[in-house]
């Protein structure tokens, strides 16, 4: 793939003409990324957006990473989609002994790997062209862990870093996937904390950019929320760990992280800054099913159509 040209925004510029900061901020929840790909893509071709001029800061965790990685250096968001579809099945491949990640991670990330190697070949966090932010998490240190573009003079721990070993880090969901190791640094999922990285989008922005939380507009994806993953008929009966599901509990914090986020975001902007778009299942969600992505993109196009006029008076 051709090098994107580079078209970096400075920290000062008021970059939209209507002196408003925006930021698109895009959920973890593995193979359902599908499901923000396929809106974004509807948004590209319904509205001519090119996400990289548009949004002054993407932030994406887990697979919202490989989409935030992919807008910010120009790679075409069809591309981004038709990776889900055609390679959904390769990227999560099983590991010996990995089946419900108690002995070994479920999958193996050999697969995640080359296909990212392919997308963003040897590109570095200082080849974006707009800002970007990486959730992740330094299980080393027990504290988080935020790959940045070098948008300012004093970011230079990320410069070199390979987009690709940023991705992989905030990829590597506990018994999913391995931890990866980054320099010094031994990291997993960004997700842990950072699951919807809306509001990590918005202290960015606010604390370190210092823009004003008036001027700041926010486009949330997320990758659906499911309701149940424990039967309340379990209420009073044994709850050692051997009782609870290792990937319903993965998922369980993940969204209690989303919806956490969703909520203070939500008492922060006022509606016509701040738009969320999520869907809801009354079933679990499973993160690594690609027989998922038809009905994923089911619902992101009915989402798109019941939001494209909102969607309009944000990015446009």
Avoid at 27 to 38: F, L, S
Wanted: with cysteine; net charge positive; proline share 4%.
């Amino acid at each position: 793939m051709a090098k994107i040209p580079i078209r970096l925004k400075t920290q000062s510029a008021k970059l939209n003409n209507n002196n408003m900061f925006k930021i698109l901020a895009i959920d973890g929840g593995g193979i359902r990324g599908v499901y923000a790909a396929h809106i974004l893509k509807k948004i590209n071709e319904s509205f001519g957006v090119s996400f990289s001029e548009c949004f002054d800061l993407i932030i994406g965790t887990s697979t919202g990473s490989i989409i935030a990685a992919g807008l910010a250096t120009g790679v075409p968001i069809k591309q981004i989609v038709e990776l889900y579809e055609k390679e959904g099945q390769n990227i999560f491949k099983r590991n010996l002994l990995g089946d419900y990640g108690i002995v070994r991670s479920k999958y193996c990330k050999s697969g995640l790997s080359e296909h990212l190697a392919k997308v963003f070949e040897e590109r570095t966090l200082s080849e974006t062209g707009t800002r970007l932010l990486i959730p992740a998490t330094d299980i080393s240190n027990g504290t988080v862990h935020v790959f940045k573009s070098n948008y300012l003079d004093e970011f230079v721990r990320d410069t070199k870093v390979k987009i690709k070993d940023a991705i992989l880090a905030s990829c590597s969901a506990p018994i999913y996937f391995d931890p990866q190791k980054v320099n010094e640094y031994m990291l997993s999922d960004g997700g842990l904390w950072a699951n919807n990285p809306a509001l990590v989008g918005l202290v960015e922005a606010t604390g370190k950019l210092k823009i004003p939380i008036a001027e700041v507009k926010i486009l949330s994806i997320g990758t659906g929320i499911g309701k149940k993953y424990y039967d309340p008929a379990r209420a009073g009966k044994a709850w050692g760990l051997i009782h609870w599901n290792p990937l319903n509990l993965v998922s369980l914090f993940l969204n209690l992280q989303s919806v956490a986020s969703q909520n203070m975001v939500q008492l922060m902007l006022p509606e016509d800054r701040y738009l969320r778009i999520n869907f809801e299942s009354d079933d679990s969600l499973a993160m690594d099913d690609p027989r998922m992505i038809p009905l994923l993109k089911s619902k992101a196009d009915h989402d798109f159509t019941h939001n494209s006029q909102k969607i309009k008076a944000l990015v446009q």
